[in-house]
Antibody, heavy 121, light 106 residues
């Protein structure tokens, strides 16, 4: 079955960096765009980034533009999120999700279970 | 950015009730509107996409409607497993945005 498994979260000091990974299985990874979405403790969902199926185009939320970089390795069926210059407000559960689109829709149809990033001194 | 506003932010309901959640967009988004369900400590789950299309495997008691700027999610005959937080999300503009969530409580 389709599976997305995030890893790489942890506790980091302000200004620090991490690389999050999303390992996938059960579908043809190289034909799907992929998203990162985060959720701060007790808060709602915030879309973070999108990368096209071939990695050629990336989009970012204003709140992370210039600090986060989304990438992928289609040979390893893995999505990445490099998070730099971390701030306390970046503390959240980070989810990866598969992009599914058609003629009149674009959605996130499969989600991982999330990895937790805590930014604290 | 397109702002998404849900109402109510929370509601109390009983098993068997009909529940309606509203989502409004700050500008027209055609039918590029998705609904997700999230239970405590779990990942979100897609319920409805393209405003009214039911995701495979989702019970038919969930229905979505609307287009433009006004959308609704209706749950007919609320079941115990439906107590959760529901989010709308627009995918009309690439900088996707979510509503703030609507928590359905017992």
């Amino acid at each position: 079955q389709v599976q997305l498994v995030e890893s790489g979260g942890g506790v980091v000091q302000p200004g620090g960096s991490l690389r999050l990974s999303c390992t996938t299985s059960g579908f043809t990874f190289s034909t799907y765009g992929m998203h990162w979405v985060r959720q701060a403790p007790g808060k709602g969902l915030e879309w973070v980034a999108l990368i096209w199926f071939d990695g050629s185009v990336q989009y970012y939320a204003d709140s992370v533009e210039g600090r986060f970089t989304v990438s992928r390795d289609n040979s390893k069926k893995t999505l990445y999120l490099q998070v730099n210059s971390l701030r306390v407000e970046d503390t959240a559960v980070y989810y990866c999700a598969r992009d599914a689109r058609g003629d009149v829709y674009d959605t996130m149809d499969v989600w991982g279970q999330g990895t937790t990033v805590t930014v604290s001194s | 950015d397109i702002q998404m506003t849900q109402s109510p932010s929370s509601l109390s309901a009983s098993v068997g009730d009909r529940v309606t959640i509203t989502c409004r967009a700050s500008q027209t988004i055609s039918s590029y509107l998705n609904w997700y369900q999230q239970k405590a400590g779990k990942a979100p789950k897609l319920l409805i996409y393209a405003a009214s299309r039911l995701q495979s495997g989702v019970p038919s008691r969930f229905t979505g409607s609307g287009s433009g700027t006004h959308f609704t999610l209706t749950i007919d005959s609320l079941q115990p497993e439906d107590f959760a937080t529901y989010y709308c999300q627009q995918s009309y503009r690439t900088l996707w945005t979510f509503g703030q969530g609507s928590k359905v409580e017992i």
